[in-house]
């Protein structure tokens, strides 16, 4: 069995200031990690993901995200916000065997000017 | 062209209409996804299509009816549907099918947006 969460149901921060998005995963195998946005109105957008390798994951729109076997997560980041960074963030999840894509309940982020 | 449009963008139907969903990409993905979302909410997987042939049906009613008339096109038809079936239907595509050994990532559209009045 496999499945992904996200602790919080929004995340608010201020223009400029970083921003993280938590993510907690647990599988059998070895996990792949996945980030999606979605904008209002629009469906989600591929941010980055996780496979093997490197535990520092960088993605689109100056996002990134870091893998941490030991503590099971798999954290969102951006350095400096922007307002236009608002929107729902899903953090998703399968083993390398046979399984379902899993994704997390979602959060919120809202960036204030 | 890296997009996968869908149409309508809206829709309203009443519990005794007959109406389609379109999604079509040109992308040469041979995966195929619906995806029901309600707001707010994780999407949730409907129907996988690979290779134009039905390889996951996540028990969905059968007032939904998908079909897939080539590697390019996916169609949902809906029929007699409940007010409880209003929400966003996301479809997606992939370069192979996600559902096994494998790290593609999921392209999806804009959505479908229906009320079922």
């Known amino acids: 069995a496999q499945s992904v969460a996200q602790p919080e149901d929004q995340v608010n921060v201020a223009e400029g200031n970083p921003l993280t998005v938590k993510c907690t995963y647990s599988?059998?195998?070895?996990?792949?990690l996945f980030w999606y946005v979605q904008y209002p109105n629009r469906g989600l957008q591929f941010l980055l993901k996780?496979?093997?390798?490197?535990?520092l994951v960088k993605g689109s729109y100056g996002f990134e995200a870091e893998f941490n076997k030991s503590q099971t997560s798999f954290h969102l980041k951006k350095p400096s916000a922007l307002v236009s960074d608002s929107a729902l963030y899903f953090c998703?999840?399968?083993?390398?065997?046979?399984?379902?894509?899993?994704f997390g309940a979602g959060t919120q982020v809202v960036v204030t000017p | 062209d890296t997009e996968v449009t869908q149409t309508p963008k809206h829709l309203v139907m009443g519990m005794t209409n007959k109406k389609s969903l379109k999604c079509e990409q040109h992308?040469?993905?041979?995966?195929m996804y619906w995806y029901k979302q309600k707001a707010k909410k994780p999407p949730e997987l409907m129907f996988v299509?690979?290779?134009?042939?039905?390889?996951i049906n996540e028990s969905v009613p059968s007032r939904f009816s998908p079909e897939c008339p080539n590697s390019s096109l996916l169609n949902l038809h809906l029929h007699a549907l409940q007010p409880e079936d209003s929400a966003l239907y996301l479809c997606?595509?992939?370069?192979?099918?996600?559902?096994?050994?494998?790290?593609?990532?999921?392209?999806f559209g804009s959505g479908t947006q229906l009320s079922v009045l």
């Open positions: 599988v059998s195998g070895n996990p792949y």
């Open positions: 992308m040469g993905h041979r995966a």
């Open positions: 997606a595509s992939s370069q192979v099918q996600i559902e096994g050994a494998s790290n593609e990532k999921l392209f």
């Open positions: 998703a999840v399968r083993d390398d065997s046979w399984g379902k894509l899993q």
């Open positions: 996780y496979i093997t390798g490197d535990n």
């Open positions: 299509y690979s290779y134009e042939k039905l390889s």
